[in-house]
């Protein structure tokens, strides 16, 4: 059994720092506002970022984060990407000893359009981490949480280190797979809420499974074919971290990103729709750096772009819709299909 601190106590740190204890861990979790560390520790609860559950009383809350991580053989970070570099510089500030790296974060950084791991690779120095781990997949807190069978994916540039993950996370509602695609896996979590932002204003404007089918499938090749020129395995887009992840994030209720586009598409400002949530929308900042990446490598995006448009040009979501359902005729299969299409008649 490990001690592992939580660096994030939001409603997907809180869920995972339940899992880990759950498998017998020794699970610190930390926040970086002071109040909040002692309402957990006093009522148990998650009162904003996750109502429902009982925080079991081995899981303690953490304000001072050298205390949180003192003597910790892993540390989880599971803060929204905004957050990362700033917390990793808190972190290089107190930690002495080598640890493992776990990260549960799914966004691209604006401008420099790096993946997480990548950003972490950046703040910390070499010599105080092992290796890198991603966890990713279709997994909403509210559900991990009451324990609903969920399953996702583990990754770093060490097999063993993605093992090391899979054990520490693992049970028996908790099914943990591992891959070998850092890249894919990372961009597939990133890139599938801009998809489902996309989802949620096609339901606020009332058109139905159609649709929404449509944005998920054409979506999916979008995030395979940026995701391809990134240097990720277009399989991995067929896998929980894409296509698995996307389905969740179009069709939950439980969705950040859905909720997020299903209020723009009712007519509320971007601005007016944040202070709403109330919880981060990764959607919103990834959409800035894939419309980026997408015009500066030349890739043919077109709902991605919309839903820029619609995001941060004020366009008119029917209008994007009409955009997309007038460009000029095409076949479906692409590169990337051609490339799961190969894979398929190896069966
Ligand atoms: N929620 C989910 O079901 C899942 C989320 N994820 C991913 O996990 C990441 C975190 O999401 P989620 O837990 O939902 O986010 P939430 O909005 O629920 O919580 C974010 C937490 O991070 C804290 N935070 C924000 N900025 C900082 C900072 N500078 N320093 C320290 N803490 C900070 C917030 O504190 P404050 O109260 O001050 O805002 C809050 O406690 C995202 O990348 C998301 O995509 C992945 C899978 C599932
Ligand atoms: O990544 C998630 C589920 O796998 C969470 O997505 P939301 O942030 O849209 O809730």
């Known amino acids: ?30 926040t970086h506002i002071e109040k909040h560390a002692n309402e957990i520790n006093q009522t148990r609860r998650n009162e904003v970022y996750l109502k429902d559950v009982v925080i079991p009383d081995q899981i303690k809350a953490y304000f001072d984060l050298k205390e949180a991580i003192d003597d910790v053989s892993t540390i989880l970070l599971v803060l929204p990407t905004e957050a990362i570099r700033m917390v990793c510089q808190q972190l290089k500030a107190v930690l002495t000893d080598k640890v493992s790296i776990i990260h549960g974060t799914k966004g691209i950084e604006p401008e420099t359009f790096k993946r997480v791991s990548e950003m972490i690779e950046e703040e910390l120095p070499r010599e105080l981490y092992d290796e890198i781990v991603v966890l990713s997949g279709p997994s909403h807190a509210e559900e ?171 366009a008119d979501p029917r209008e994007i819709v009409e955009q997309l359902m007038t460009r000029s005729k095409r076949n479906e299969v692409d590169e990337v299909h051609t490339l799961l299409k190969q894979y398929y008649r190896q069966d």
Do not use: C
């Not at 001690?3 to 861990?25: D, E, F, P, Q, Y």
């Open 144 to 314: 991990v949480s009451l324990g609903h069978p969920t399953t996702v994916t583990t990754t770093s540039k060490s097999e063993q280190a993605a093992l090391h993950a899979q054990g520490l996370f693992m049970n028996d509602r908790f099914r943990v797979y591992t891959s070998t695609d850092l890249i894919g896996v990372e961009l597939g979590g990133a890139l599938k809420n801009i998809i489902a932002l996309g989802a949620g204003i096609s339901d606020g404007l009332g058109f139905g499974d159609n649709a929404k089918a449509a944005l998920v499938t054409r979506g999916l090749a979008e995030m395979a074919r940026l995701g391809t020129a990134m240097g990720a395995d277009p399989l991995t887009f067929i896998g929980l971290t894409g296509i698995g992840d996307l389905i969740v994030t179009s069709t939950s209720r439980h969705s950040r990103n859905w909720n997020a586009g299903n209020l723009l598409a009712q007519g509320f400002s971007l601005d007016e729709v944040l202070a709403k949530m109330n919880m981060v929308v990764e959607g919103v900042r990834t959409a800035k750096a894939a419309y980026q990446l997408g015009k500066a490598k030349g890739i043919v995006m077109p709902i991605t772009f919309g839903i820029y448009k619609i995001l941060f040009e004020d």
């Open 1 to 30: 059994m490990e001690k592992i601190a939580v660096l994030g106590a939001g409603s997907w740190g809180t869920a995972l720092a339940m899992v880990l204890n759950s498998n017998g861990h020794d699970v610190r979790l930390w």
